[in-house]
């Protein structure tokens, strides 16, 4: 005998692609991929760097009213994701963060292992 070396590998494989059961194939999205779920919503896995500009939502002073995407910068890895200047992030890696503040959504970045990013946005509806 001596095939079956491989036999643990492709259990763990198959272990950990069941954590990821609710989000579908989003771990396994490449940098560029979009995910929308019709809601107004979209999920991006983007490398890093980012290539975005964030910044608060709401007036200056308010104080942890979540986070929008201020600017995305040319050719950037983010703009190749299809993120948009005014999208507001919803989630980094599955963690809410909707109402949280600049600081904590920077942290949340900087502390993903690696470099793919996934982000959720709530999307600009824009009036044409």
Known sequence: ??????????????????????????CQLS????????AGQRLVSVQKPLGLVLEPVGEEGARDQGVC????????NAERAGVRPGDVLLAVNNVDLA??????????????????????????????
């Open 1 to 26: 005998g001596g095939g079956g070396g491989g036999a643990a590998q492709e259990g763990d494989a198959a272990r950990s692609s069941k954590r990821a059961r609710s989000g579908g194939a989003a």
């Open 31 to 38: 940098s560029g991929l979009t995910y929308s779920d019709g």
């Open 69 to 76: 995407v201020a600017e995305v910068g040319e050719g950037s």
């Open 99 to 128: 109402s949280a503040s600049l600081e904590r959504v920077l942290g949340a970045i900087s502390a993903v292992p690696g470099r793919a990013v996934n982000l959720r946005f709530q999307t600009t509806q824009r009036e044409s």
